[in-house]
């Protein structure tokens, strides 16, 4: 079965662009998150979906972020204009509602901002 | 935003050798989980504890819910070269959300 699957799986840009992120999660998986990862701020939520509706935005950043669940199999998370402290690496993760913590993580997709 | 400490920060080991990490925090969590990441992979989930005091197995990995609900270890026999990685801890914070400890990263010398 296919895991999470995010794209693309590396991306760079420049300061002022826009980046959009995506996310497949894996099928009969209704919560759907986003993670940032960094060196000095390790793994934090930044907002997660049950149902594609966004259910707790508290971990994104700044309103340059945002990220969109059109459909069951599919969200993206959007940077607008993007900075070189946007650099990290961004996760996804899906698993079944209601049914406890266990949380499968796609392979990440690294964003790079010069 | 919030996280948990593990220790030690990291480890270099000889193959062969047992591993032993912790994960403590200020708060109570009601579940606690332990990944794995790969170097340019997501984590993978080795591990879940659901009850204080609980101590569960997978393999070669042992993994215990600390009593005050504020930490957990989690053990390694006899490591081998593929247990290179970075261990995190995960606590279970209200409904849904995953609160991710700073990582252990583990070096094993063949």
Known sequence: DAGVIQSPRHEVTEMGQEVTLRCKPIS?????????QTMMRGLELL??????????????????FS????????????????????????????KPLGQGFRQFFGPGTRLTVL | GQQLNQSPQS???????????NCTSSSIFNTWLWYKQDPGEGP??????????????NGRLTAQFGITRKDSFLNIS???????GIY??????????LVFGTGTRLLVSP
């Open chain 2, 11 to 21: 480890m270099f080991i000889q193959e062969g050798e047992d591993v032993s990490m």
């Open chain 2, 88 to 97: 995190f801890c995960a606590g279970a914070a209200g409904f849904q959300k």
């Open chain 1, 28 to 36: 009969g998986h209704n919560s759907l998150f986003w993670y940032r």
């Open chain 1, 67 to 94: 990220a969109k669940m059109p459909n069951a199999s599919f969200s993206t998370l959007k940077i607008q204009p993007s900075e070189p402290r946007d650099s990290a690496v961004y996760f996804c993760a899906s």
């Open chain 2, 44 to 57: 993978v989930l080795l591990i879940a504890l659901y009850k204080a005091g609980e101590l569960t197995s």
């Open chain 2, 78 to 84: 006899a490591s081998i070269p593929s247990d290179v």
């Open chain 1, 47 to 64: 907002i997660y979906f049950n149902n594609n509706v966004p259910i707790d935005d508290s971990g994104m950043p700044e309103d340059r």
